[in-house]
């Protein structure tokens, strides 16, 4: 079977349409959020970063010498907001790529945010044992429905083809 034929829409595969739509819509406002904040950190450079970071220094009254912030103000220059803007660009396009896909139903998009979403989880497991709280639970039960929606695609659709061949 071609390519292009395993990525069409499985006529079948209908129950989870919306569901999917939802997703994308929500992976598109994510790579629209990294792309602008990608777009923010090359335009500002290093000096605003660097004045914010010692804004929360005096905030929080951290020691302005030895504290890890102090360290990590030593460390913003132009190539580290190069880099953490490339970061955040190729994070953004990947969420955005992911978005179409899920939108034209294609399959591998379904397989990216499936797998995607589950690196999170032990991650936000984690956090919401550390520190139990409606937002961790929120997260964690976003992701674990995205992971669910997904794999149920992906699973209907394979049997949809085993369905299709069998014929």
């Not at 991650?123 to 429905?145: H, K, T």
Request: one cysteine or more; charged letters at 20%.
């Amino acid at each position: 079977m071609a390519p292009d034929a395993q990525d069409a829409p499985v006529p079948q595969v209908r129950t989870g349409l919306r569901a999917a739509r939802a997703i994308a819509l929500f992976e598109l406002a994510k790579g629209a959020f990294a792309l602008t904040a990608a777009s923010g950190l090359e335009i500002l450079g290093p000096a605003p970063i660097r004045r914010f970071v010692h804004w929360l220094i005096e905030v929080f009254r951290f020691d302005a010498h030895h504290s890890a912030l102090a360290s990590f103000t030593r460390r913003i220059d132009p190539e580290s907001v190069h880099l953490a803007a490339a970061v955040a660009a190729a994070y953004g396009l990947l969420h955005l790529v992911e978005a179409w896909g899920l939108w034209r139903s294609r399959r591998w998009a379904s397989w990216l945010g499936c797998i995607g979403a589950a690196i999170y989880l032990p991650f936000e497991g984690f956090a919401l044992v550390r520190d139990p709280g409606w937002v961790p639970l929120v997260v964690v039960a976003i992701n674990l429905s995205i992971v669910g929606i997904l794999a149920r695609d992906l699973i209907v659709r394979h049997r949809a083809e085993l369905e299709s061949t069998a014929r």
